[in-house]
């Protein structure tokens, strides 16, 4: 009975070990690698025109001054951008009712001078002109107590150069976009837009779950392997184990 014991525990004692161990794999891109945020500040315009199924949300001129990489390795990092601007285009209209929805594709790009000298000016050794790309993978156009919010979800890519500069992968990433929104045009050209801020932030990419699962089967059976190990040395010694049964070096 008390080995019986021990082998109950020790089964527990593995089981929350794994628990334990995938709980930590699940939430390690929250803080294992470095986040890049796009403040989105005052100005630009938005346009839509709406009762066209086959039309798309437009932004052109909207200003973006920094690039804030912040976690891993290094501290937090403020990278100025010089005449830094944002136009986009959304996939095509999808559907409308409480929120007009947009389907995947269309474009993301901005374009400036990475001031990587940290000083007022684009000189040589900056990196001027496209800085990021994209494509987006779903928006939504929601109300908000009277203002319009661009609610948008994107595949991002960051570029080589840039990328580099910081050592990053050069790799694409998903990334949140919320831009807000006032309303100022009138309807014969559709609805215009003026951009009141917002932001863009990437996030790291997430474990996918049959890599989750892999590992959390893994480690149980590691621990079953432990477990069976024990549980036939024990046995050895009481002199328990049927003859044969040894594995003799």
């Known amino acids: 009975m008390p080995l019986i014991r021990k082998l109950i525990s020790d089964t527990k004692r593995c089981i929350r070990v794994a628990a334990f161990s995938l709980a930590m794999l699940a939430t390690l891109p929250v803080w294992a690698g470095p986040i890049i945020q796009l403040p989105i500040r005052r100005g630009g315009r938005v346009t839509y025109q709406p009762g066209s199924h086959h039309h798309v949300l437009s ?13 891993g390795k290094m501290p937090t990092i403020i990278l100025p951008i010089l005449m830094g601007h944002l136009a986009f285009t959304t996939g095509i209209f999808s559907s409308s009712s409480v929120t007009t929805m947009f389907g995947p594709g269309g474009s993301f790009v901005i374009k400036g001078c990475a001031d990587l000298h940290l000083d ?4 040589k050794g900056d990196l001027r002109g496209t800085l990021f790309t994209g494509t987006f993978l779903d928006a939504q156009l929601i109300n908000k107590n009277g203002k319009e919010i661009l609610e948008a979800q994107l595949l991002l890519q960051l570029a080589p150069q840039l990328a580099a500069f910081f ?3 050069d790799t694409k990433s998903i990334a949140e976009m919320e831009l807000i929104l006032v309303k100022f045009g009138g309807h014969g050209h559709g609805l215009q837009y003026r951009v009141q801020g917002g932001s863009v932030q990437d996030f790291p990419v997430v474990p996918e779950p049959a890599s989750i699962a892999i590992f959390g089967g893994s480690v149980l059976a590691l621990g079953a392997v432990r477990l069976v190990s024990g549980l036939r040395s024990k046995l050895y010694q009481r002199g328990r184990v049927p003859p044969g049964t040894r594995n003799d070096a």
């Open 59 to 71: 932004g052109i001129g909207i200003p973006v001054d920094q690039l804030i990489l912040v976690g």
């Open 167 to 169: 050592h990053l992968p």
């Open 120 to 123: 007022p000016k684009c000189e």
